[in-house]
């Protein structure tokens, strides 16, 4: 009879930053890292040390210890350190797609220069977990993956219950990304604390082990049992070699061992066979109460979630692709700086970090880091956009004169954009070395009535004002910095179809050389209607609108009023005691003025006064003190008020199905939550959200088991529904949290702030920073459409919201390029482009997809001079296999439903 198998892995789950700053749990990492040493060294019995899945704990301890590299980079070789395959503990939902996709690529990347690779997929304490990451882990050659959250474990007699496709009959399962990819999933159904603190103590280790024992049975599947030897932060045990001679002395009958995942994956893999269940898509913590799904984080320090996305945006969306466009044509893809600006950036993306549940001190460091990789990306797309544009041919607007000033707008989108472009130019610049004689100049120089002009000479649709006498300066690669002063003026341009992944060339030149171009009537009649080809606008007294869709025909009312109620949780959970009414804007009476008014586009400010209690009352301040429960609290709000005055800013442009909101105020309340609300008046039951590579399909109400009144979700780009004839979907900039209020004619509810005063958890850690005391924007957009969001291609204006133009001025001067190209032309329907790069190893342009749809699709690539051959790729930019185009010169993929496709073009 076969043994059962104890399966002893030693791990400390490694925070980096959480309840103590960054820099004091490095001082514990590097206790942890020399005592593992020690014992590999001098105890023959502690054979590996599991380093919780991420890479930069080496990197943090060489950081401090360069001098210990090769007696770590030995233990690891020996394979004691068990390490990768991620460069962080990422949260899955508040990270882009491809910020998850260079995660693995630099953990694997570094496991492997440290040298050893563990091929399990590892998210112990992530909050929820991705419905691609089976996927997504299987392009990286991931043999498993463990997760402690999101699938409710059986156990007892191991039968699922009728619609239970969120519950395991065992531990083990199958975990089913939707485009059907499977990858063995391990759930910590007792958490990754079960194994910790074995005694060595005969009589002690004998109630420890019937006790753990008959738990892991409860849920296992095979004889393979596992135990995880340590927790957060949990210093390594010691004494670990001698607990587990005690356990075989107690249980001869059962095997144990000091074991690694890869060797209890195995295992499993062998003995299971087909009994193991099969859970599909996203791991959320469906099929529970709701109270510890930890959705919450996603509105927790909004301002640090709008600096990741922007981050996020700027890097995968902006300066990879313009760096691309500057490579093909001869400057060097600047990978070590991508490289950099990526670490920094992902260092933000543990969950405890980017979810914003942590002391004061981590979140400072956060927003500094933010800004730094922010800075890199920006610096990239400047020398790439500049580089591509001063090689474009801008002669053509010679003929206008030396006042003339040719600029480049480029489209970094993966689809054809229209819209408005708003930049500022430099109209005139003296490099006087007296700095106050140029600025005297530059303010008595007579500025020409300007317009704007393409390349074939068509003038456009355009806004020209004087933006006054700025200081400004050049760093030259051959001499010292170069000091100016420059007249400058504001360009506000309607850009039509600009090609996607490429560019336009327009200048700006005197009215008198190129005459005016022709006027259609303004979008807004007065200051309370805004209309064009597809939207009527109405603006009520309250600020809300009323939109009517052309198309289909459907009105929306009362769009856009603002919500505040009490958040007496922490920042991990939203919590409004009963008894503390919401108070809405809506019947209010706001201050409406129009700003902007073209025939291209209008802007409304609307101006909105929330009158909302300070704070909530003291008993708050007594709950969190001592520790009450969060849904237990029955705290009030207090009775002195602040006024919240919301500036929101509604623009309509001429051919768009969006309307476009920013809105800004000073938050000077504490303990409150504010979210904009929009009815719909659709009737449906499910709705769709952007996630990870996929946009999901989510019922509107929640499980029968869900207690929680709060039924928040995750979103990334936007939500929306629809019916069979017309929908709406509100696209967002770092808004991460959203409800369906089904009672309110399945209105969409979008946190805008969350406000609270402790991090929570385990102890009493008040955080003044999460109470976002400071100047809080909101960024957002509504989209009105007919059909079915993913059928009708809907989702890809919410993609092209987040992506601002990038604007290079140039001179006039001959040049290699055309005044107009295009990079990559594609087509695929209900596809999505991720992202263009260059690969990490090579010249090879690497561009990724999504098929954002169940049904199977065909992805067509275009072949071009830029390059020779097409390969179809993963994740990690591996040639799979070769592509052969059409002989009408397309290449044509098949693509399954929720499939990712990595192309590589050489």
């Known amino acids: 009879m076969k043994k059962k198998t104890v399966h002893i892995i030693s791990h400390s789950h490694w925070d980096r930053e959480w309840y103590l700053p960054l820099e004091r749990h490095k001082m ?34 060489l950081e401090i210890r360069p001098e210990k590299r090769e007696e770590l980079l030995r233990h690891v070789r020996e394979g004691h350190f068990r390490v990768g395959p991620f460069y962080i503990l990422q949260d899955e939902f508040l990270t882009s797609g491809e910020a998850n996709v260079r995660n693995i690529q630099t953990g694997i990347r570094e496991a492997k220069a440290y040298g050893n690779l563990t091929k399990v997929g590892y998210f112990p304490d992530a909050f929820g977990n991705a419905g691609q990451m089976p996927q997504l882990l299987t392009q990286a050659g991931m043999e498993a993956v463990a997760f402690g959250r999101g699938v409710k474990p059986v156990g007892f007699n191991n039968e699922l219950k009728e619609g239970g496709e969120y519950e395991s009959a065992y531990s083990e399962m199958q975990w089913q990304s939707p485009d059907g990819t499977k990858l063995l999933g391990i759930l910590f159904a007792n958490w990754y604390c079960n194994g910790m603190e074995i005694p060595v ?23 393979e049992l596992l135990f995880m030897n340590g927790c957060d932060h949990q210093p390594v045990q010691k004494d670990l070699s001698a607990a587990i001679e005690t356990a075989r002395r107690l249980y001869p009958d059962i095997e144990f061992v000091h074991s690694n995942f890869e060797d209890y994956v195995k295992k499993v893999q062998a003995e299971a066979g087909e009994k193991l269940s099969t859970v599909k898509g996203e791991l959320t913590s469906q099929e529970t109460d709701g109270w510890y799904t930890l959705v919450n984080t996603c509105s927790s320090h909004v ?79 400047e020398d ?12 053509v607007f010679e003929k206008y004169g030396e006042n003339a000033v040719p600029f480049v707008v480029f489209n970094t989108t993966g689809d054809e954009r229209t819209g408005k472009v708003t930049v500022v130019l430099d109209a005139k610049r003296d490099y006087n070395k007296w700095l106050w004689d140029g600025r005297r100049d530059m303010k008595a120089w007579e500025l020409p009535e300007y317009v704007v002009v393409d390349s074939e000479g068509n003038v456009q649709k355009a806004t020209v004002e004087d933006a006054d006498v700025k200081f400004g300066y050049d760093l ?27 560019y336009r060339t327009y200048a700006l030149v005197p009215a008198e050389a190129a005459g005016t171009a022709g006027k259609g009537s303004n979008i807004a009649s007065d200051d309370r209607h805004l209309e064009n080809e597809f939207l009527k606008v109405a603006i009520n007294d309250d600020g809300t609108l009323n939109v009517l869709d052309k198309q289909t025909g459907k009105t929306y009312e009362g769009l856009g009023y603002f919500e505040d109620t009490l958040d007496a949780g922490n920042e991990y959970i939203y919590f409004c005691p009963k008894g503390n009414p919401a108070i809405v804007t809506k019947g209010t009476k706001a201050e409406i003025k129009l700003v902007e008014n073209t025939d291209f586009a209008a802007s409304v400010e609307v101006t909105n006064v929330l009158t909302v209690p300070v704070s909530a009352d003291d008993q708050l301040k007594e709950e969190q003190e001592g ?33 476009r909101f920013v809105t800004e105020f000073d938050n000077t309340a504490k303990d409150h939550r504010i979210r904009v609300v929009a009815p719909t008046g659709i009737s449906c039951t499910h709705h769709y959200a952007d996630s990870v590579f996929e946009v999901v399909n989510r019922p509107n109400e929640h499980s029968k088991l869900w207690e929680n009144p709060c039924k928040c979700e995750h979103q990334q780009s936007f939500v929306g529904l629809n019916d069979e004839k017309c929908g709406m979907l509100i696209a967002n900039i770092g808004l991460y949290e959203y409800e369906i209020l ?31 005391l400071r100047h809080i924007t909101a960024e957002y957009e509504m989209t009105f459409f007919a059909g079915d969001l993913v059928e009708s291609n809907s989702f890809r204006s919410a993609y092209q919201f987040q992506v601002p133009y990038t604007v290079a001025q140039t001179k006039v001067h001959a040049g290699t390029l055309p005044a107009e190209k295009s990079w990559l032309t594609w087509e695929g329907e209900r596809m999505m482009f991720s992202n263009l790069k260059e690969k990490a190893e090579g010249t090879d342009r690497m561009a990724r997809f999504v098929n954002c749809s169940g049904e199977p699709t065909v992805l067509r690539i275009k072949k071009d001079a830029s390059f020779e051959t097409l390969y179809f790729s993963n994740i990690l930019e591996e040639e799979v296999r070769p592509e052969t185009a059409n002989a009408d010169g397309w290449y044509e993929i098949p693509v399954r439903g929720f499939e990712i496709i990595t192309v590589g073009m050489r």
Not at 207 to 212: G, L, T
Not at 320 to 338: I, Q, T
Not at 388 to 394: K, N, Q
Not at 744 to 772: C, H, M, Y
């Open 28 to 61: 514990k990492l590097l206790d942890l890292i020399d005592t593992n040493m020690e014992l590999f060294d001098k105890d023959p019995g502690f054979y590996s040390f599991h380093l919780d899945g991420q890479t930069i704990v080496l990197d943090d301890y």
């Open 627 to 659: 520790l009450v429960e969060f849904m237990k609290r029955t705290c009030k709000r207090s009775s002195e008020t602040t006024q919240i005055v919301l500036h929101t800013t509604i623009t309509l442009e001429k051919d768009s199905r969006s309307v």
């Open 742 to 772: 089904p009672e309110e004619k399945n209105a969409l509810a979008v946190t805008i702030l969350r406000s609270v005063g402790e991090l929570g958890d385990w102890g009493v850690f008040p955080t003044e920073l999460s109470q976002q």
């Open 201 to 223: 103590d005969e009589k002690e280790a004998k109630a420890y082990w019937e006790e753990r024992l008959a738990k892991a049975e409860m849920f296992a599947s095979t004889d």
């Open 303 to 381: 301002t640090l979630k709008r600096q990741n996305r922007r981050n996020e945006v700027a890097l995968e969306r902006v300066s990879e692709p313009l760096a691309v466009f500057a490579a093909e044509n001869g400057k060097e893809y600047p990978h070590d700086r991508f490289n950099y600006a990526w670490k920094i950036l992902m260092q933000n993306h543990p969950h405890d970090s980017i979810c914003g549940c942590s002391v004061d001190q981590v979140n400072k460091e956060i927003e500094v880091r933010f800004d730094r990789s922010t800075e890199i990306a920006h610096t990239l797309s």
């Open 384 to 395: 790439a956009s500049a580089y591509v544009a001063d090689l474009t041919d801008t002669s």
């Open 476 to 502: 030259p690669d051959d001499k010292f910095r170069q000091p100016y002063m420059a007249r400058q003026v504001k360009v506000s341009l309607f850009a039509e179809k600009l090609p996607a992944l490429g």
